[in-house]
């Protein structure tokens, strides 16, 4: 320690000065900079105070107080709970449908659903039609193989438990609308295998949904149910009976049943999400993915239980991820969404990629409004061949910009020729559940196949939504309720070239006078 270099007295107080800690100020001030200094740019640098959205971020020297470094770690927690939920997404839509299946009766490597008297809006399903026979399975290869055997003539994907494409079947599958067996490998199964008799598949997942159409020839419901009935299997792949057969499949008729497949929008998501990584291999997504969920608490083999602090930033989060999902899907802000650029009629493939892709680009905002929307990814909905599968188009607002409103009326008029070779049709949804409005139409719409439509004298048709048919236009209406908000899909089934070429467009939907 310093001596004290002098002592002055003041009666009796003595004041004693030590030079080293009055003048090591003035000698920091004046001190030349160390020999290995740099020039330092002051944008590398923290300033003591910064002003952010989450409030006031102070320092000392770089380093943060414990009000920032708290509300820097509430502020990343809530911002990877967004992202949970816009790339967690595809995983519990599976989730729902698939637990929606079971409630009903419809268990995984048995059960086939089926829509024998079509669809309706008693079944909360996201955006399905009402024109065709749904055919539904759920899959889960923890146990082994399992072989699914598809009816000829139907068409439709089977999708891994992140909603990634593994197949088709049916006419754009393999068997070519022939049918056939498919067989469904476990990730990483190394066992043996039949080698001849079905089409392989071997999905990163163990969880899988199948949905095929089985399509309605004439009006007749019912010969496209039978055909479904005689050939479509589930089992697993050594599960044969005593005589060497494969066991019945259970089919369970889901029309008019009242079962919910839709994931949730609340804290709730988080924990069907959980339910899926539990599910499945530890690296069923990339690492990336994987680490975004374990960020949250949300890991293989362990248990989610976030604390009252990290359930609160959670449910904050989905709440905000939950609303630009729906303004990405109501007012996107991608004009590449846009079909036509003079319409409101959008389509989340833009570029025509299933996979949301343009180049080395990953479309965020397109992905994410397809899975908010839809369900089923396949190559054959997105690149459609002239003549072939189905053409979406989806209006959520008038020709105006404005929503649709339930209690008013609207029309639309379709240029004819319509380019669709077998037939086109609309169908509405209500805005809250994205599944079929509720009405006293149990269509939910109208196809070209209805009876009663009548074209225009130039060809052209003209559909009516609203809440109260107009006299004479009965063939040609849509029913909406007052107080619900809708919107519309137009299915063209086997669009052809006028429709790839743009040179034919739908008008807007507008509100009638």
């Given at each position: 320690?310093?001596?004290?270099?002098?002592?002055?007295?003041?009666?009796?107080?003595a004041?004693?000065?030590?030079?080293?800690v009055?003048?090591?100020?003035?000698?920091?001030?004046?001190?030349?900079?160390?020999?290995?200094?740099?020039d330092?740019?002051?944008?590398?640098?923290?300033p003591?105070?910064?002003?952010?959205?989450?409030?006031?971020?102070?320092?000392?020297n770089?380093?943060?107080?414990e009000?920032?470094i708290q509300?820097?770690?509430?502020?990343?927690?809530?911002?990877?709970?967004?992202?949970?939920?816009?790339?967690?997404?595809?995983?519990?839509s599976?989730y729902?449908?698939?637990?929606?299946?079971?409630?009903?009766?419809v268990?995984?490597n048995?059960?086939?659903?089926?829509t024998?008297?079509?669809m309706?809006?008693?079944?909360?399903?996201?955006?399905p039609?009402?024109?065709t026979?749904?055919?539904?399975s759920?899959?889960?290869?923890?146990?082994?193989?399992i072989?699914?055997?598809?009816?000829?003539?139907?068409?439709?994907?089977?999708?891994?438990?992140?909603?990634?494409?593994?197949?088709?079947v049916?006419?754009?599958?393999?068997?070519?609308?022939?049918?056939g067996?498919?067989?469904?490998v476990?990730?990483?199964?190394?066992?043996?295998?039949?080698t001849?008799?079905?089409?392989?598949?071997?999905?990163?997942t163990?969880?899988?949904i199948?949905?095929?159409?089985?399509?309605?020839?004439?009006?007749?419901i019912?010969?496209?149910?039978?055909?479904?009935?005689?050939?479509?299997?589930?089992?697993p792949?050594?599960?044969?009976?005593?005589?060497?057969?494969p066991?019945?499949?259970?089919?369970?008729?889901?029309?008019?049943?009242?079962?919910?497949?839709i994931?949730?929008n609340?804290?709730r998501?988080?924990e069907e999400?959980?339910?899926?990584?539990?599910?499945?291999?530890a690296?069923?997504?990339?690492?990336?993915?994987?680490?975004?969920f374990?960020?949250?608490?949300?890991?293989?083999?362990?248990?989610?239980?976030?604390?009252?602090?990290?359930?609160?930033?959670?449910?904050?989060?989905?709440?905000?991820?939950?609303?630009?999902?729906?303004a990405?899907?109501?007012?996107?802000?991608?004009?590449?969404?846009?079909i036509?650029?003079?319409?409101?009629?959008?389509?989340p493939?833009?570029?025509?990629?299933?996979?949301?892709?343009s180049?080395?680009?990953?479309?965020?905002?397109?992905?994410?409004?397809f899975?908010?929307?839809?369900t089923?990814?396949?190559?054959?909905?997105?690149?459609?061949?002239?003549?072939t599968?189905?053409?979406?188009?989806?209006?959520?607002?008038?020709?105006k910009?404005?929503?649709f409103?339930g209690?008013?009326?609207?029309?639309?008029?379709?240029p004819g020729?319509?380019p669709?070779?077998e037939?086109?049709s609309?169908?509405?949804?209500?805005?809250?559940?994205?599944?079929?409005?509720?009405?006293?139409?149990?269509?939910?719409?109208?196809d070209?196949?209805?009876?009663?439509?009548?074209?225009?004298?130039?060809?052209?048709?003209t559909?009516w939504?609203?809440?109260?048919?107009?006299?004479?236009?009965?063939?040609n209406?849509?029913?909406?309720?007052?107080?619900?908000?809708?919107?519309?899909?137009?299915?063209?089934?086997?669009?052809?070239?006028?429709?790839?070429e743009?040179?034919?467009?739908?008008?807007?939907?507008?509100?009638?006078?």
């Amino acid at each position: 320690m310093s001596k004290p270099l002098r002592v002055r007295r003041v009666g009796q107080l003595a004041s004693v000065f030590f030079w080293p800690v009055l003048i090591a100020p003035a000698l920091a001030q004046s001190a030349p900079p160390p020999k290995y200094s740099a020039d330092i740019p002051s944008y590398i640098t923290t300033p003591d105070s910064v002003e952010t959205r989450i409030g006031t971020l102070k320092f000392n020297n770089g380093v943060p107080d414990e009000k920032t470094i708290q509300a820097v770690y509430d502020q990343i927690d809530f911002g990877r709970g967004i992202e949970a939920f816009l790339k967690g997404m595809p995983a519990t839509s599976v989730y729902a449908g698939c637990k929606g299946m079971d409630s009903v009766g419809v268990k995984r490597n048995q059960g086939i659903g089926i829509t024998e008297d079509l669809m309706d809006a008693r079944s909360l399903f996201l955006t399905p039609n009402t024109t065709t026979v749904y055919v539904i399975s759920c899959i889960d290869l923890k146990d082994g193989p399992i072989v699914v055997q598809v009816p000829p003539g139907v068409l439709g994907p089977v999708d891994d438990a992140y909603f990634r494409w593994a197949t088709d079947v049916g006419l754009t599958g393999p068997d070519a609308g022939r049918g056939g067996k498919y067989l469904f490998v476990p990730p990483g199964y190394t066992g043996t295998l039949p080698t001849d008799g079905y089409f392989v598949v071997k999905p990163k997942t163990n969880g899988l949904i199948a949905f095929y159409r089985a399509f309605v020839k004439g009006g007749d419901i019912a010969a496209a149910v039978r055909n479904v009935k005689e050939y479509a299997k589930i089992f697993p792949l050594y599960g044969l009976t005593d005589a060497g057969d494969p066991p019945a499949p259970s089919f369970v008729n889901i029309s008019g049943l009242k079962f919910n497949t839709i994931s949730s929008n609340t804290f709730r998501f988080y924990e069907e999400l959980d339910a899926v990584v539990q599910n499945e291999p530890a690296d069923f997504v990339d690492p990336d993915l994987v680490g975004l969920f374990a960020a949250i608490g949300i890991q293989k083999g362990k248990p989610f239980a976030p604390d009252a602090r990290m359930k609160a930033i959670l449910t904050d989060a989905v709440a905000v991820a939950n609303g630009f999902a729906r303004a990405n899907l109501f007012s996107s802000r991608d004009p590449r969404t846009k079909i036509y650029p003079d319409r409101q009629w959008v389509t989340p493939f833009v570029g025509g990629s299933y996979q949301f892709l343009s180049g080395a680009e990953r479309l965020l905002d397109a992905e994410a409004m397809f899975f908010y929307y839809a369900t089923g990814i396949t190559p054959a909905m997105s690149m459609a061949k002239v003549g072939t599968g189905s053409a979406y188009a989806g209006a959520f607002r008038d020709a105006k910009g404005d929503e649709f409103d339930g209690g008013k009326t609207y029309k639309i008029t379709l240029p004819g020729p319509i380019p669709a070779k077998e037939f086109w049709s609309f169908v509405v949804y209500d805005n809250q559940t994205r599944s079929l409005l509720e009405t006293d139409q149990k269509d939910a719409g109208i196809d070209s196949n209805a009876k009663g439509m009548k074209k225009n004298a130039d060809g052209s048709v003209t559909v009516w939504f609203g809440p109260k048919t107009l006299a004479g236009q009965e063939g040609n209406w849509v029913q909406t309720i007052p107080g619900k908000g809708w919107n519309v899909l137009l299915r063209l089934y086997g669009p052809l070239e006028p429709w790839f070429e743009k040179s034919w467009k739908p008008g807007d939907i507008e509100l009638a006078q």
